[in-house]
């Protein structure tokens, strides 16, 4: 069996504001974002009967649905970071084509500035379960929040490979020019690379234009049938190819930290779609830090192993250049309110519908997106079509 053209994202939005919004809560971001996504499909709220959602607290699909009215055939609240709403295109294509539902919402919602501003700092770093291995293994030696983990493994990887810190930066620079072209975006000042090399240390070796932006923001998609998909009003986006994968939870359990999930879930994703990396007309892949989007692509496979820094390099990924990634800003200067995959979701569909004025690239009928979530734990890639 195959989910490919088996389902279409129909509807996909973000809430009416996004980057600091502090008269909301993650809740109200995932009822706003899910009205407008439903609306930008064309469906009525009744009509849906899958919720799929997650999120930081707990919220649970069963809370969502209470808040939004819905009683619903199917439910799904898998967590596994930012990948999981990536992810959640996944399951619910598989539900949809078991027939256990026939409209799928999946709805992100979270306030990551405004919380940190009302709860003040934690003090602690990263929460962990003191019983598990990361609170035992790793926290006490320093290792606590992501960019403590993910600059390790940056680090790794610049010792076996030769990155450099330059070349992480033209990933940041590129990005930037995406935002500066996408009113929506957070941060749209001009960057350079030597900016990026003069900021302040986050986490070495990452400055802080390594590293994504602390915002708020909501965002849904909406998953029907093939039949359904080709009767609604704007052009469907197919779900071509689909794969998920995770193989670890902290630093601890990885057996290489140079490596990715990805490189399980990507290769699923196009074996089920069927076409090469060649045949990709724009790639949305997780930005939490620069390091992660230039690994993703080695895992991807659309570079070698160790090839990353190089392959970003001279504004590749770039307005203009020849293989654009991260098209609306990225997490690192779009938005990011903690977990990002909602995002480079949206914003692949509006590439395909040809929907995204003057950062639209040109001719887009393939897009790849591939999430993110955890300490480099867990990923979902997706390959989608536009007819």
């Known amino acids: 069996m195959t989910l490919k053209n088996k389902v279409a994202i129909v509807g996909a939005d973000e809430t009416d504001e996004i980057g600091i919004v502090p008269d909301m809560t993650p809740i109200m971001m995932h009822a ?3 009205r407008n996504a439903l609306r930008d499909a064309g469906i009525d709220k009744s009509e849906v009967d ?3 959602t997650a999120g930081v607290g707990g919220m649970a699909s069963t809370q969502l649905c209470e808040y939004l009215g819905i009683v619903p055939k199917y439910t799904d609240s898998t967590m596994t970071g930012g990948s999981s709403f990536v992810i959640h295109v996944e399951h619910a294509a598989a539900a949809i084509a078991a027939g256990l539902c026939s409209v799928a919402l999946i709805t992100h919602g979270e306030t990551g500035f405004s919380a940190r ?6 003090g602690g770093g990263f929460m962990f379960d003191a019983t598990l291995p990361a609170a035992q293994f790793e926290a006490p030696f320093g290792v606590g929040g992501a960019p403590s983990a993910y600059s390790m493994a940056a680090m790794r990887h610049m010792h076996e490979y030769g990155t450099t810190s330059e070349q992480l930066a033209e990933v940041a620079v590129a990005t930037r ?3 500066q072209l996408n009113p929506r975006a957070f941060m749209r000042d001009d960057l350079t690379i030597d900016d990026v090399l003069a900021s302040r240390y986050v986490s070495y070796p990452f400055h802080i234009f390594d590293c994504c932006l602390v915002t708020d923001a909501g965002g849904a998609v909406v998953v029907v049938g093939a039949d359904r998909a080709r009767e609604m009003k704007k052009k469907p986006v197919w779900v071509l190819g689909s794969g998920e994968a995770s193989t670890h939870q902290s630093l601890l359990g990885m057996d290489d930290v140079t490596r990715t999930p990805a490189r399980y879930s990507g290769k699923a994703a196009f074996e089920m779609a069927g076409v090469a990396h060649a045949d990709i007309d724009v790639v949305e892949v997780y930005d939490s830090f620069t390091y992660t989007a230039m690994v993703t692509l080695e895992e991807l496979g659309f570079c070698a192993k160790g090839e990353g820094g190089p392959f970003v390099s001279n504004q590749r990924t ?4 020849v293989f654009p ?13 903690g977990m990002y995959g909602m995002f480079i979701l949206i914003e692949a569909v509006r590439q395909l519908r040809g929907e995204c004025g003057a950062r639209q690239v040109a001719g887009a009928k393939l897009a790849l997106v591939n999430a993110t979530g955890g300490m480099l734990s867990a990923t979902g890639t997706l390959i989608l079509g536009a007819d």
Do not use: C, E
């Open 32 to 34: 706003q974002a899910a």
């Open 325 to 337: 990634m991260n098209t609306n800003g990225g997490g690192l200067s779009y938005t990011h309110p």
């Open 318 to 321: 770039a307005p203009g250049g």
């Open 117 to 122: 501003n009302r709860r003040g700092p934690r």
């Open 50 to 52: 899958g919720v799929f």
């Open 177 to 179: 020019k995406w935002a």
